[in-house]
């Protein structure tokens, strides 16, 4: 008996370390293994700042993976995703069907995910009395470039508002918050009036803003959640009455136009890398946590959970087709 | 003292006074630009600015990766750029003077030279880093920045080779030495002074580069430095442009201790060229 039971145990000894070692060769994709390897990523520099967050979170975790982040822009990226460059692309779009063609012919298949919201706040000061809610064609003819030299006064927006200057501040021509504002408002990407206040420092429009009654400016909604005290927001009306931008609002795309998703793609190559795979799952685990600090909205736990199940399923679907 | 200065004397002193503003103005120019970023750059350098991985945090960010991308892209562009620009060289200078080949050469060169450090960044994308599959690597990197600074390497050299006088020439092959001799040991030694000065000048002017490598892709985001010639990379100029385009007050701090580390990075590169041209000018007395 007592020799059968050293048997035994030995027999559980053995098939457990077995099963260990086996777990080392298959490389098994759980926290604790130390992976190898390389991911690469390019694509939008708005969603760059969180990709940057979660690569340089990763890197404790994971130090022997390289990351490698880009900024070609979502287009630029695209188009190495397409021809299956890179890992996985950040946009701040859907994929285009000309884009999604690309991809196709070069066998690359792939899965969208979404990672956070961006939203823009359009501000005023404290001391503006009048403006509580502004249209996006209002928006548009205050920004256009033919308002230009000609839109000056607050009335030529709306009559009953009083006939005083309108001073305007917004983000730098080269940041990608410009781009957007003038693509969602005026209509086509980087057009607009050259006579505001631009700062590439979102300070500098928060200071000018909360001296300047007669104030107008846009930036990142982050931005104003840290400074409520000092400017008041305005509601934005596209033709369903003002909405404020807000978290909920955000997330509900109520708040539109100034409001859009923001995208990973992988491809479903890199898919079956596991540092790929554990790149995408820590990434899609820590988004709501990095997106904030980085100053975007994040999804909702229930959406991050649908992503979540998305990327699993891709995965699945992918190694069990091969 | 109408009598003391004519209208000439005037005209005379306008135009030297002109001519100092002119000169200072330059200088001063200078002066001001390296105070303002030695005051805000030179508080923030610290061992672990030098050793720190990028980062999302201004402060914790450091110059550990685009440092030791600059060293690789110095010693593979030194690597590839000085055989051949030497060799390209010797031969227009001392072979094919006078041969159609060799005139066509030279034009192109000269073209090649002023051609816009962008361009090469676009021929570099197509050509390193798409058709021979090099990526956007140390190794695609440095092969750009070579073309780019090859015409450099290549007009000095021949300037320091044709500094060598004729008769070193003519009494050497009046030894019965050869031409291959002759230039081994008489031209190319007499000229090293020359010809490494250019050289220094030409990968001082490769690692301040910041255009092509944007353009082959190099604005990244990496999280270890390379270790082979076919790693992602990411280099000085690089990452102070990339600090630069943010909005936080720290990262343009950071930028401008990225500047001094750079500048001292040319400057000790720039003495040594002068250094190295002012011993060997007192060792070779012709």
């Known amino acids: 008996m007592e020799v059968m039971t050293k048997n035994l145990l030995t027999i559980a000894l053995a098939t457990l370390l077995f099963t260990l070692v086996g777990c080392g060769e298959k490389k098994s994709t759980s926290d604790a293994q130390l992976l190898t390897g ?21 890197r404790k975790i994971q130090p022997n993976v390289n990351v490698s982040v880009g900024l070609s822009g979502t287009g630029g990226g695209f188009k190495k995703f397409g021809r299956g460059e890179i890992d996985i692309n950040d946009a701040s779009r859907s994929i285009k069907k000309e884009e ?17 919201y961006d939203g823009l706040a359009v501000i005023v000061n404290p001391a503006n009395t009048w403006c509580t809610e502004i249209t996006v064609a209002e928006l548009k003819k205050i920004w256009e470039p033919e308002a230009q030299g000609k839109i000056k006064k607050w009335n030529q927006i709306r009559s009953n508002w009083p006939n005083e200057e309108i001073h305007l501040y917004g983000p730098g021509t080269e940041s990608g918050t410009y781009d957007y504002f003038t693509e969602a408002i005026v209509g086509k990407s980087h057009s607009s009036r050259g006579d505001f206040t631009a700062s590439e420092d979102d300070n500098v429009l928060v200071q000018g803003v909360s001296t300047d009654k007669n104030a107008l400016g846009f930036f990142g909604l982050a931005y104003f959640e840290e400074n409520k005290d000092k400017l008041k927001l305005v509601a934005v009306d596209n033709g369903k009455g003002g909405v404020l931008p ?20 992988l491809n479903s190559k890199a898919g079956e890398k596991p540092e790929v795979q554990t790149f995408v799952s820590f990434y899609l685990d820590n988004a709501s946590k990095l997106v904030t600090e980085v100053g975007y909205i994040p999804l909702t736990d229930e959406e991050t959970a649908a992503e979540k199940a998305k990327f699993e399923e891709f995965i699945k679907t992918h190694s069990a087709a091969k | 003292m109408e009598k003391l200065f004519s209208l000439n004397h005037l005209k005379d002193k306008a135009f030297l006074i ?8 330059g200088l001063v ?3 001001i630009f390296l105070a303002n970023i030695m005051i ?3 508080p923030r350098l610290s061992l672990d600015f030098f050793t720190s991985l990028p980062s999302r945090r201004a402060e914790n960010a450091g110059i550990l990766i685009p440092l030791i991308g600059t060293i690789w892209i110095m010693v593979l562009t030194s690597l590839m750029v000085i055989p051949f620009g030497v060799a390209a060289a010797v031969y227009l200078e001392e072979y094919g003077a006078k041969n159609k080949l060799a005139s066509f050469v030279e034009i192109n060169i000269t073209n090649l030279a002023g051609v816009p450090s962008i361009i090469f960044g676009l021929l570099a994308l197509e050509l390193f880093v798409r ?20 015409p450099i390497i290549i007009t000095s050299t021949r300037e320091a080779l044709k500094a060598v006088p004729r008769t070193i020439r003519e009494a050497s092959y009046g030894l ?20 490494v000065t250019g050289i220094i000048l030409a990968i001082s002017r490769a690692i301040g580069e910041t255009a092509p490598l944007i353009v082959i892709g190099a604005m990244l985001y990496i999280t270890s430095p390379p270790t082979s010639p076919m790693d992602d990379f990411s280099t000085m100029p690089i990452q102070i442009f990339n600090w630069l385009s943010r909005p936080q007050k720290g990262f343009i701090v950071n930028a401008t201790a990225g500047i001094v580390v750079l500048l001292s990075i040319t400057f000790v590169l720039n003495g040594i060229a002068i250094y190295l041209r002012n011993r060997w000018q007192k060792q070779v007395k012709w």
Request: zero cysteines.
């Open chain 1, 38 to 58: 390389a991911v690469s990523i390019d694509g939008s520099s708005t969603v760059y700042p969180i990709t940057e967050a979660v690569a340089e979170e990763f």
């Open chain 1, 100 to 116: 999604v063609e690309l991809a196709e012919s070069n066998n690359i298949h792939f899965v969208e995910m979404l990672v956070a």
């Open chain 1, 246 to 265: 807000s978290l909920a609002t955000v997330r509900d795309k109520s708040y539109s136009p100034l409001a859009r998703p923001l995208y990973i793609y």
């Open chain 2, 18 to 25: 002109t001519g100092v503003i002119s000169t200072f103005f």
């Open chain 2, 29 to 31: 120019v200078l002066a």
């Open chain 2, 40 to 42: 805000e750059g030179i």
């Open chain 2, 131 to 150: 058709f021979l599959g090099l990526g956007k690597s140390l190794m695609a990197g440095s092969l750009t920045l070579s073309l780019l600074v090859l």
């Open chain 2, 176 to 195: 019965g030495a050869t031409k291959l001799q002759t230039i081994q040991m008489q031209v190319l030694p007499s000229a090293a002074g020359g010809i």
